[in-house]
């Protein structure tokens, strides 16, 4: 009978281990028709890329309940400025390109800030409080504004092709 219950164990671990495996390569945000790729290009080339903003990937803050910290999901977007038009003679415009480049800070940047001081459950349900606290993170990373605006939601955000496009190429 142990040794039945050691098997068992055995092939469980494994078929977890298969299925941990499979969803990651049939993981929900690539993109149908990218033939499994997810539509991205380098951030070199962010001036070419369409969309008004990056979304971040869901990123998970504490929230403190009374005696307990709950984990609550936050939707970030960050509106970019527009492409450049390319203007003869000038130097192309790399602030598109630098709001690409920043991205992942900003989102490190506010993963920081509301982890070193998790928010209030009454904090969390005041959205302008809780965009003052992301936009200051944000403004953590760089001397000049960086993004046009941030978006913040508690609920789930779906971003359009065009901006997720761009998300992807800015991650």
Known sequence: M?????????ILAVAFALVSVLSVFLSSDVEAGSGGK??????SEANAVPGDY?????????VVD???TLYQGLFVRLFVPPPAEPVEGAPPSNA??????KAPWARQ???????DIPASRKEFADE????????QAVQTISKEKVYRSIEISTNVLVPDAD?????????
Request: glycine share 2%; proline share 4%.
């Open 128 to 135: 302008a409080k809780l965009k003052r606290r992301v936009e």
């Open 54 to 62: 990056i979304q971040l990937d869901v990123i998970w803050i504490p």
């Open 38 to 43: 997810k539509a991205s290009k380098p951030r």
């Open 163 to 171: 901006a997720a496009m761009l998300s992807n190429t800015c991650k």
């Open 2 to 10: 142990l040794f039945f219950h050691r098997q068992l164990r055995y």
């Open 109 to 115: 940047a506010i993963i920081a800030a509301l982890n």
């Open 66 to 68: 009374g005696q307990k």
């Open 96 to 101: 598109r390109y630098q709001a690409c480049v």
